[in-house]
């Protein structure tokens, strides 16, 4: 069974950084595509960033510039580091892999 655990939310200050990990299990193949999602209280989530396992990466409009997705180098993880921080990033991130596999989700908390 494949899980997706994530780790590195908190809170901070605006303008400053923080590292979001995920780490799958449970899988015997290379997923294509992971990526992080979003989502707050009674909103859709919504993608933050994606990439593929050839290094190809998508960002929302909102993250280019400040964040920065990435692949780990043991195999199905994934890394976003987020950068200059707003009160406006605050929300439950979520690791995502293969179209399919959801983690447990993250707090991210950013404070004015």
């Known amino acids: 069974q494949v899980q997706l655990v994530e780790s590195g939310g908190g809170l901070v200050q605006a303008g400053g950084s923080l590292r979001l990990s995920c780490a799958a299990s449970g899988s015997s193949f290379t997923f294509n595509v992971m990526g992080w999602y979003r989502q707050g209280p009674g909103i859709r989530r919504e993608l933050v960033a994606s990439?593929?396992?050839?290094?190809?990466?998508n960002y929302a409009d909102s993250a280019k510039g400040r964040f920065t997705i990435s692949r780990g180098n043991a195999e199905n993880t994934v890394y976003l580091q987020m950068s200059s921080l707003k009160p406006e990033d605050t929300d439950v991130y979520y690791c995502?892999?293969?179209?399919?596999?959801w983690g447990q989700g993250t707090q991210v908390t950013v404070s004015s």
């Open positions: 995502h892999a293969q179209g399919r596999y």
């Open positions: 990439i593929t396992s050839f290094g190809v990466t």
